[in-house]
């Protein structure tokens, strides 16, 4: 059990263009999903939390305006690069939590390339 | 910050334990030690979670100090397949956000 899918896996995408990229939990409800980003040979640096419902907090230094996040149900949240450069190509990953306890389940992430 | 400190790497031969140390010392009463690793290019994968007994399941045990300021997670019998970096972490809740360090990046070597 608790699965969590991404989508898409990789998406190349041009300089100025916006890229949605969705995680689900296929087999459980999550309220809260968190989103990281993984630059090469780096740890997971997170960068907002999504909870159903309400808007998503941000951790200092990421632009809310530019990394849209909408948790608009129980099993799927989405992560919108607005007018996307090319350094914002990384590693996109989701986790979401089913439970109280028992730790965060990670999505296979979503490499994104911008041209 | 991370509040745990993790060798930056380990080696350790195909079908020994593999013994993975971490320290946390400014560990709190409601915190708990999660473990997680990344095989490369995929997303992190839960391995097992403790407040201060001993844990295991069927990937791994947990073993935490009295004091609660380290821990060692053991794989029993690694394979190469455990190749990958595993993330000491000390937090609340699974809803409390989680602070990524470097991690320890294992290679199993046949």
């Known amino acids: 059990g608790a699965v969590v899918s991404q989508h898409p896996s990789r998406v190349i995408c041009k300089s100025g263009t916006s890229v949605k990229i969705e995680c689900r939990s296929l087999?459980?409800?999550?309220?809260?999903m968190f989103w990281y980003r993984q630059f090469p040979k780096q740890s997971l640096m997170l960068m907002a939390t999504s909870n159903e419902g309400s808007k998503a907090t941000y951790e200092q230094g990421v632009e809310k305006d530019k990394f849209l996040i909408n948790h608009a149900s129980l099993t799927l949240s989405t992560l919108t690069v607005t007018s996307a450069h090319p350094e914002d190509s990384s590693f996109y990953i989701c986790?979401?939590?089913?439970?109280?306890?028992?730790?965060?389940?990670f999505g296979p992430g979503t490499r994104l390339t911008v041209t | 910050d991370a509040k745990t400190t993790q060798p930056t790497s380990m080696d350790c031969a195909e079908g020994r334990a593999a013994n993975l140390p971490c320290n946390h010392s400014t560990i709190s009463g409601n915190e708990y030690v999660y473990w997680y690793r990344q095989i490369h290019s995929q997303g992190p994968q839960y391995i097992i979670h403790?407040?201060?007994n001993n844990e295991t399941n069927e990937m791994a045990s947990l073993i935490i100090t009295e004091d609660r300021k380290s821990s060692t997670l053991i794989l029993p019998h690694a394979t190469l397949r455990d190749t990958a970096v595993y993330y000491c972490?000390?937090?609340?809740?699974?809803?409390?956000?989680?602070?990524f360090g470097p991690g320890t990046s294992l290679s199993v070597i046949p």
């Open positions: 986790s979401a939590v089913p439970g109280l306890a028992g730790g965060q389940y």
């Open positions: 403790g407040l201060k």
């Open positions: 087999d459980f409800q999550a309220t809260t």
């Open positions: 972490i000390v937090g609340g809740t699974s809803y409390d956000k989680v602070i």
